[in-house]
């Protein structure tokens, strides 16, 4: 069994005061002379300069990140908004050209070939890789661009649909959608679209924007399209754009079948002759939606007993993070949508955000957000700051891997077999769903941003054929194509974090190989999967993803191979 503690104390401060807390940039710029200035010409001075600046990386970070989930969680408070947009437009511009110098300062360390090659070499690769990529015309475009990231949330926070007298954010109407009563269904499932509709063209004009700065920010890097530049900024030293089209057409080859299978599955089910957008969630009428659990503490306390099951300090982890006030779960109106784990790299402890409205969507939410949050804690003793800043490729595998091992016992939240069976095929079925949507997504991405200046019609016909591409052709969309036409603008990534979505593709099979592995030796592989998140960045993704004991791969070879197994799953679920 691997050591690990759940109960992390803050490290005590060496470099700043412990009373410090950033406010200004005047306040904060002494620390980036004080290293800028240091002589680091010896290997103990370099190895404590190492540690000074990873400690205000950490204080940094840490600040940085409470003030945006302080604005996710309450959209409506300006004083939030206001705190965020300061430190976007007036701290964070200074900060890194001061960054800059400060990476360039230690890449020509005389002793730097004398630190740990192994542990340092993602570390020392990517800061030649963001010295490579700055140009300080970028500064202020970045800042920008952050701000308008951020509307998409705040934009979002306030759609809501009023059902029966009562107002509901779109999470929780969504939750109406499983529903028995066809009618109620396709009633709500309309006014959502309705809803959504009304700010298509805000979200279209805000996103116009992001890909005009996007694209400036790459020519001034010297790049053709954003693409390209986000590619290496990303630090994707493992995989190509081709690896991705490869990626692409082999999920519509051995993905989709098994998509339309289960969509065909359901509509079955529900003996249908025509299957509507509203039926994709839905249950015969004789069965009752499952309701796995009503308010945000009863997720926490039966996400506590699951991890409990699997390892006792899973669930050390989850009680130390509620003792701290590290959850926000329940949807309710002026919230940002989504859900998220933000690490936070001074105290460790992290901070888990969602929008809980009672499915068996907010439990795999929960199941995934909790391996998040277990990796930072698995990855905080590392000594440098850096080393905790994993590519998202290990993340999601991370969080992906633990909605598989947690499984088995969900019926902690059920009351009776048949709901347990029941959540864990619609565990499979969002497994295999997901995968033709993230190839839709980065399909879209990558012509998003290699064909510069295209108008809305453009986008709007170029999303259609992707979309149609990656569909199963089961569901009837008429009198849904306008809604169809803005899908595209449900996904939060495009405009908050862009290209970030491969990896959950790449994670999902890499997930889907530690399930297999589980099934095989549970407690061999719950080591593999600690001992590699305890690794961080240091050492390549191939090298984590061989010490959790699967290989990083998503060639068409091993996306048949992992859709064989999946399939036989699927069979002995009695889906076929």
Not at 1 to 20: D, G, W, Y
Not at 76 to 96: G, H, R, S, V
Not at 261 to 275: A, T
Request: aromatic content about 12%; hydrophobic content about 40%; some cysteine.
């Amino acid at each position: 069994m691997i050591a690990a503690n759940a109960h992390i104390s803050k490290a005590p401060r060496q470099f700043l005061p412990e009373t410090f807390q950033l406010t200004t940039w005047e306040q904060l710029q002494p620390y980036f002379e004080n290293l800028q200035q240091r002589n680091i010409d010896t290997l103990p001075a370099l190895q404590q300069w190492l540690q000074d600046a990873s400690e205000l990386e950490a204080v940094i970070s840490e600040d940085a990140c409470w003030r945006q989930i302080n604005m996710t969680c309450d959209t409506t408070n300006k004083a939030y908004e206001e705190a965020f947009t300061y430190f976007c437009t007036d701290i964070e511009p200074q900060m890194k050209p001061c960054f800059f110098e400060l990476n360039k300062k230690l890449l020509a360390a005389p002793h730097l070939h004398e630190l740990d090659a192994q542990r340092y070499f993602p570390y020392l690769r990517q800061l030649q890789n963001a010295v490579a990529l700055y140009r300080e015309a970028n500064v202020p475009i970045q800042a920008e661009i952050n701000l308008l990231a951020q509307q998409y949330g705040v934009i979002s926070g306030k759609m809501t649909v009023t059902i029966d007298n009562k107002e509901y954010t779109l999470q929780q109407a969504a939750r109406f959608l499983q529903n028995p009563d066809r009618s109620l269904r396709e009633k709500v499932y309309r006014q959502i679209a309705a809803r959504r509709l009304q700010d298509q063209e805000e979200l279209n004009n805000l996103f116009d924007k992001l890909l005009h700065l996007r694209h400036q920010i790459a020519t001034n890097a010297g790049f053709d399209n954003y693409r390209d530049y986000k590619f290496k900024e990303l630090g994707r030293f493992d995989y190509t754009a081709e690896d991705c089209f490869a990626f692409h057409d082999a999920v519509k080859q051995h993905i989709l079948p098994l998509h339309k299978m289960l969509v065909e599955h359901r509509k079955n089910r529900l003996k249908l002759s025509v299957m509507k957008p509203w039926d994709s969630d839905a249950e015969p009428s004789e069965v009752q939606p499952l309701r796995p659990f009503e308010t945000g503490q009863e997720l926490t306390e039966k996400t506590i007993a699951v991890f409990q099951q699997l390892r006792p300090f899973f669930a050390e982890c989850i009680k130390t993070m509620v003792s701290m006030q590290r959850l926000d779960l329940e949807s309710r109106i002026g919230k940002a949508p989504g859900g998220y784990n933000c690490p936070l790299a001074e105290t460790g402890v992290p901070f888990i955000f969602m929008n809980a409205a009672g499915t068996i969507n907010d439990v795999i939410t929960m199941m995934h957000e909790g391996g998040h949050a277990i990796h930072s804690f698995l990855a905080h003793p590392l000594p440098l700051t850096a080393f905790k800043e994993y590519p998202m490729e290990i993340a999601e595998l991370a969080s992906m891997s633990m909605e598989l091992f947690s499984m088995e016992h969900w019926n902690l939240f059920f009351s009776d077999n048949d709901s347990f069976q029941r959540a864990q095929a619609e565990e499979l079925e969002r497994v295999i769903s997901v995968l033709p949507w993230i190839a839709t997504i980065d399909k879209f991405q990558h012509w998003l941003y290699t064909h510069h200046g295209h108008s809305h019609a453009q986008r709007t016909e170029a999303w259609m054929q992707i979309l149609n591409e990656f569909s199963t052709g089961v569901v009837d969309w008429s009198d849904f194509n306008d809604y169809r036409q803005m899908f595209w603008q449900k996904q939060l990534h495009l405009y908050e974090v862009p290209f970030y979505y491969i990896e959950y593709g790449i994670a999902q099979l890499g997930a889907l190989a530690m399930w297999r592995q589980y099934r095989e030796d549970k407690e061999s592989t719950l080591d593999n999967y600690m001992k590699a998140l305890q690794l961080g960045y240091t050492r390549p993704l191939q090298e984590l993803y061989a010490t959790a004991g699967i290989r990083f791969d998503f060639s068409p070879a091993y996306i048949h191979e992992i859709a064989g197994f999946v399939k036989e799953r699927l069979t002995a679920a009695g889906i076929q």
